[in-house]
């Protein structure tokens, strides 16, 4: 039992590390090949801070732990929401300003409506998986036009004055996008091992794993970087991080897992987990979007989502006690 522990710890702490270092040299190469600022927030950001997430799905469903896999995108959903949104808008009110942020919140809305929709016969297809993929690939088109055509925008600002700092060179740019790579496959496979030694040791199913130690382990890198953006003041890039990542777990890490292993859902999985992050979904578009001006997640609003955090995690543990 000692093993996998460590194994976890070390894991987790790799994998926040290289997520950082593979975060830090994709911006900053994607910066020296002209892409611009709003693209990168949009899409480099959003697909680094989920990277931990999809390695660990998709190492964990091609060794036939799908609950992982699952339990890991959903709980990291709830997660960015409850604890990660909530403990930074308590750290200072998050204000959105983003246009294109206010037209991505309604959108995650339908897709976590999409994915619940699937999930209603009890099962996650091969067909359904690539639905999702098909919804991530025309999703990532319409990100990659806006972002290329739209000229002004808070988050691009923000990105820009964010990469205004950056010196790092080309040459190591490409080196800490490779190793950070490499490094994240790495401790992927060091914390999914750990993970599933620990469910058995516990006799708990590795979906709670996933949606416990794996989901807040791998949503580390939201954490810090949403907790910074605040408190610079850039909250549009806190709530991009947010909503980024959680495009990239509903549709890329869900597909990802079910189209290399098709998998049953247990029915606590929809009354129970689904539910939560359907709920947190639309309390955040109701919060952010803004329907009388720009949209605003207050100091109470984030207490009210850190609760929610810690009562779903508490039914969590009482199901395994």
């Known amino acids: 039992m000692i093993l996998p522990i460590v194994a976890v710890i070390l894991g987790l702490a790799l994998?926040?590390?290289s997520a950082d270092r593979f975060v830090e040299g994709a911006a900053s190469s994607a910066r020296y090949f002209g892409m611009p600022p709003l693209l990168i927030g949009m899409v480099i950001v959003g697909f680094g801070t989920s990277a931990p997430e999809m390695v660990v799905s998709v190492l964990a469903a091609?060794?036939?732990?799908p609950g992982i896999a699952l339990g890991n995108a959903f709980g990291s959903n709830i997660t960015n929401i409850a604890l990660i949104l909530g403990l930074t808008a308590m750290i200072s009110p998050i204000a959105v300003h983003s246009n294109v942020l206010r037209k991505e919140l309604p959108?995650?809305?339908?897709?976590?409506a999409l994915v619940a929709w699937q999930l209603l016969d009890g099962q996650l297809s091969r067909l359904d998986a690539v639905s999702l993929l098909l919804v991530f690939t025309a999703l990532m088109s319409w990100t990659i036009r806006e972002g290329s055509r739209r000229r002004t925008d808070a988050l691009g600002e923000g990105i820009e004055r964010e990469l205004q700092g950056d010196t790092m060179p080309l040459r190591r740019s490409i080196f800490w996008l490779v190793t950070g790579l490499v490094l994240l496959i790495i401790s992927s496979r060091i914390l999914v091992w750990g993970a599933v030694e620990i469910a058995r040791e516990l006799g708990v199913s590795d979906l709670i794993i996933g949606l416990t130690i794996?989901?807040?382990?791998?949503s580390l890198p939201e954490l810090v970087s949403s907790i910074?953006?605040?408190r610079k003041g850039e909250h549009d890039i806190a709530l991009?991080?947010?909503?980024g990542s959680n495009f990239f777990n509903t549709l890329a890490v869900v597909g990802l897992a079910g189209a290399i292993s098709p998998m049953q859902v247990e029915p606590e999985v929809l009354g129970r987990d689904v539910l939560v992050m359907s709920g947190l979904t639309v309390s955040l578009f109701i919060f952010g979007y803004g329907f009388r001006g720009p949209g605003r997640i207050n100091r109470l609003e984030g207490a009210a989502l850190v609760a929610c955090f810690f009562a779903y995690?508490?039914?969590l543990i009482s199901t395994v006690v």
């Open 15 to 17: 994998l926040v590390w």
């Open 62 to 65: 091609s060794q036939g732990n």
């Open 107 to 112: 959108i995650l809305v339908a897709v976590t």
């Open 214 to 218: 794996v989901a807040i382990g791998t």
């Open 228 to 230: 910074i953006a605040a």
């Open 240 to 243: 991009g991080n947010i909503i």
């Open 313 to 315: 995690t508490a039914l």
